[in-house]
């Protein structure tokens, strides 16, 4: 079955190749009035490019057909030179590297390249070959097949790539994404087509040579706007332009010149499309990096915020331990040694019992302040604005002849109790620093919301931050904690010190 299948392919295959061959090589034989010519114009590009798009199994079909169309030719005297057999053979070189190498690249502007690489070898066996042996000059035989070649080969792929991707979406049952011929494409190369014919007809003889833009501009357009696809595409719709053209007004008085002008618009056609699905791809490439990075950032911002979280709801069960083991067991011993002290008259006894009570006051008192910095208590007993006229007072700017200005202009607290502690912390930290290395007069801290934010800004007219500060919960802790919670903040240079936070009123839905 298998062999049978094969065989029934091939022979479907040869029958459609010699049709289409025949219907190539009579139109180059209008063009170039020489039989020889015709066969290296544009059925040596059909053949090149079938050779390379389909199996190998399928090329001895392909070199008998042609061989037999052209030995046919020759007995009807359409092609007087024998040496025209070797042309077919001579594309199997080109054909055998390029299919060896079509795997190793799978985008569309690759194997495009890598097609025209082997139309440009292709081109220079067939003039180091054949040429010599022809009655044309060598530069008419290499004209000749690239023009063909770079004519058809690209043009081949571009249908060979639609009717392929056509039976995946059948076998498949889904539609692809972005399908080599659109009919938005197709509409627009009619429309195109429809337009030079018009302008071919009505220009006046004198300004024919205006034809040029109608030819090239087409070419451009349909490159930038779809790409490869549309810049083959459009260098076959303007070959026919240019043919029409040259039949209807002689804007092309010589064969050479009509090759050359019909290779260098496809060059140019194609050429357009290369670079902007090349530079399609890349923008693709870089909008899937940037949307990894994205998400990769919104990972590493959640996790952050959720540390953030455990740390203040961990910092708040040892407070709790604190408090309550703790302190009950420091008031228990102060109990106990007081009624030690009480009941004993011996000296010593109540000494040490005075030395327990003192121990005890000061173990009490080394609680309280690791409580203040583990979870502040005050955060749990008054509003926000109370808590940091409580913070700064402890500083004691007043008795230090610091002017301290509180502007806390919230509506209302954050209900977000990590949101409050962080703003907490962070005027903690800050007011420690002025306090420490400053040597400021004056220090203002304001506090006020804005839509989805709210904003901290404190700011002193000391000697301003001149080495970083690596102790307590520092500018670095205060960064991490700031862009956990999804905000960023802001440090203005000297004179004086000024740091501007900015956090979302909402950090767990917000941080990017």
């Known amino acids: 079955m298998p062999q049978a299948r094969h065989i029934v392919l091939s022979l479907m295959l040869a029958l459609f190749f010699a049709l289409g061959w025949l219907a190539l090589w009579t139109i180059g034989l209008w063009l170039s009035q020489n039989g020889q010519q015709a066969v290296l114009l544009l059925p040596a590009g059909l053949h090149l490019a079938l050779m390379i798009l389909l199996p190998k199994r399928y090329w001895a079909a392909l070199l008998l057909v042609e061989a037999v169309l052209i030995s046919w ?20 070189l080109p054909a055998w590297i390029c299919q060896s190498q079509w795997h190793r690249y799978t985008l569309y502007w690759q194997r495009l390249i890598l097609l025209l690489a082997a139309v440009t070898l292709n081109t220079l066996l067939q003039g180091a070959i054949i040429g010599p042996w022809l009655e044309e000059a060598v530069t008419q035989t290499l004209l000749a097949s690239f023009t063909g070649g770079v004519l058809l080969t690209p043009f081949i792929y571009l249908i060979y790539e639609y009717l392929k991707q056509q039976h995946l979406s059948d076998m498949l049952a889904q539609r692809m994404p972005d399908p080599p011929l659109r009919t938005s494409l197709l509409i627009w190369c009619s429309v195109i ?48 332009l240019i043919t029409l053209t040259r039949q209807a007004s002689g804007a092309f008085h010589d064969l050479r010149e009509l090759e050359l002008f019909l290779s260098t618009q496809a060059l140019l056609g194609i050429g357009l499309g290369i670079a902007v699905s090349r530079q399609q791809q890349l923008a693709q490439h870089l909008q899937r990096y940037r949307q990894q990075l994205e998400k990769e950032l919104q990972a590493r911002h959640r996790l952050m915020a959720q540390l953030v979280d455990t740390e203040e709801q961990v910092r708040k069960a040892i407070a709790r331990e604190l408090h309550d083991e703790i302190g009950q067991n420091i008031t228990a011993i102060q109990i106990q040694a007081m009624l030690v002290a009480r009941g004993s008259d011996a000296p010593a006894a109540r000494q040490a019992a005075g030395q327990i009570s003192d121990l005890s006051r000061r173990i009490h008192h080394t609680t309280r302040q690791l409580l203040r910095q583990i979870r502040p208590p005050v955060l749990d007993e ?75 800004s404190v700011s002193d007219d000391g000697i301003g931050i001149t080495e970083p500060v690596v102790s307590g919960f520092g500018l670095r802790g205060i960064e991490e904690r700031v862009r956990a919670l999804g905000g960023d903040w802001q440090l203005l240079p000297p004179p004086g010190t000024c740091i501007t936070v900015n956090l979302p009123t909402k950090s767990r839905e917000t941080a990017p």
Not at 403 to 427: C, G, I, K, N
Not at 440 to 456: D, N, S
């Open 382 to 456: 008054m509003a926000l604005d109370k808590a940091l006229q409580h913070l700064a007072a402890e500083f004691s700017f007043a008795d230090r002849g610091i002017d301290f200005q509180l502007h806390y202009r919230l509506s209302a607290s954050p209900t977000d109790e990590t949101l409050t502690f962080t703003l907490y912390r962070v005027v903690q930290e800050l007011l420690n620093n002025i306090s420490k290395h400053a040597g400021a007069r004056q220090v203002v801290v304001t506090l006020e919301e804005k839509p989805g934010l709210l904003t901290l």
């Open 73 to 92: 030719l020759q007995l009807e005297h359409l092609i007087t030179q024998p040496v025209m057999l070797l042309s077919p053979l001579l594309s199997v």
């Open 193 to 240: 087509f429809a337009i030079g014919v018009c302008v071919q007809v009505s220009i006046a003889p004198d300004m024919e040579r205006l034809l040029l833009i109608f030819v090239f501009l087409p070419n451009v357009v349909m490159a930038y706007r779809f790409g490869w696809q549309g810049g083959v595409l459009s260098a076959i719709v303007g070959s026919v």
